[in-house]
């Protein structure tokens, strides 16, 4: 390979991946940097979190959910091999070794940089019967269309959701939307894990009003089958739940099997370890993002797992400039989500209860009710808001809101507070937009702000 133009190598084409490989070649032409970049699955630059909306009907094709195919990508001087998987990564020798997985053929690639975007892959527990047909997760499109040949093809309108994290209650309240009978069975104390119990509960209730049978603190033990070795059942030490169709809503893990094997490090939760320039600690020439990858908290300090498909999308513009010749930096996260089942929207940003004390934090915690709008206007809706604030110096540590429309984003405010390591007494003051058709006078979050403000004090 000529010394003058350099061989960048990506593995993964979906986020992470290809926008690391798009933003190089925005800063390099194909003169200067060849781009190789590898896929296992049949599709690439999608949103694997519209999924659950494609399922359930909100999205009508699955084509909506592809922001570029790999022609597109192809026509921008990006060499993308599709039913490609890399099996070994050589860091000493600087190649991977790869397999057509359409021919079985194997061959090996050079690369002077290194990009691994490999994401996440869905938990699936070691269980007898999880493997029968009718049992899915719901990680890529290729998952999102085998789940749909499934509910054509069955007969039956019952389902299990194994599960109540995000996908868990995206999945239920899809499956609802095709009119399936749906039950949750989750071994928390109440769906919705990255919230506090209590804010939970509120969870719990909206679903069960919507006709979801939850199934709280129950551990699944194994899938039944029928004869036709299809799946019937799910089975609890207590119960059995019928079911024509399951899905795994678990959650995920860093897809990190490759690079662990290539000596690289990995971080408590799996995921990849990288510098705030997304190049993999002890590596010069090898970057890492997305899904596959931990990040750290900026409330607590931390390094955690977060995966998200904006964070993904930036670490890739992170790297890609990086390997293009500019610099940029990621400085971290304050673990902001947003979610819906049905109506109810759920949102959180930075520390529960149980992440304050595992950093060491003294803190107190507010909960109000308020409503979207002017209690008088027409559509105002209640949310709840809880607030989390350090003891001794009223530093904002999170924040999280249940409540129906107008409530999830509220948590943007949030989340530029906590980036911007605001007390709770500084966000009183924030000039926020209002009018009755978009907020009472004081907005819900500042409604809470007020209240911790005042709990603060009480804890001095």
Known sequence: MSS????????????????AASQARRLKGPDELEIVAFERGHFTSYSACGIPYWVGGDVPSRDELIARSPEEHRARDIDLRMRT?????????????TRDLESGVEARTPYDKLVIGT?????????????????????TLDDGQALLDTLARTPGRRAVVIGA???????????????????????GREPMSTLDPDMGRLVHDAMSGMGIEMVNDSEVTKILTGDDGRVRAVATE?????????VLGIGVRPETELAKAAGLPVGEYGGLLTDPAMRVRGHENIWAGGDCVEVLDLVSGRERHIALGTHANKHGQVIGSNVGGSYATFPGVVGTAVSKVCDLEIARTGLRE??????GLQYVAVTIESTSRAGYYPGAAVMTVKMLAERLTGRLLGVQIVGREGAGKRVDIAAVALTARMT????????????????????PVLVAARKAVAAVRSAR
Do not use: C
């Open 424 to 443: 709770v007494d500084q966000m009183t003051a924030l000039d926020l937009g209002y009018a009755p058709p978009f907020s009472p006078v004081w907005d």
């Open 119 to 139: 994401g996440a892959r869905p938990i699936r527990p070691s269980l007898p019967g999880i493997d029968a047909p009718g049992v899915h997760g719901v990680q």
């Open 85 to 97: 998987e890399v099996v070994e990564i050589d860091v000493a020798g600087g190649r991977v070794r």
């Open 354 to 359: 149980k992440d304050a004390r595992a950093a």
């Open 165 to 187: 994290g995000y996908i868990g209650v995206e999945m239920a309240e899809a499956l609802i939307q095709r009119r399936y009978e749906v039950t949750v069975v989750n071994r």
């Open 238 to 246: 207590d119960a059995e739940y019928p079911a024509d169709v399951v």
């Open 4 to 19: 003058a133009k350099e061989r960048l190598v990506v593995i993964g084409g979906d986020a992470a991946g290809m926008s």
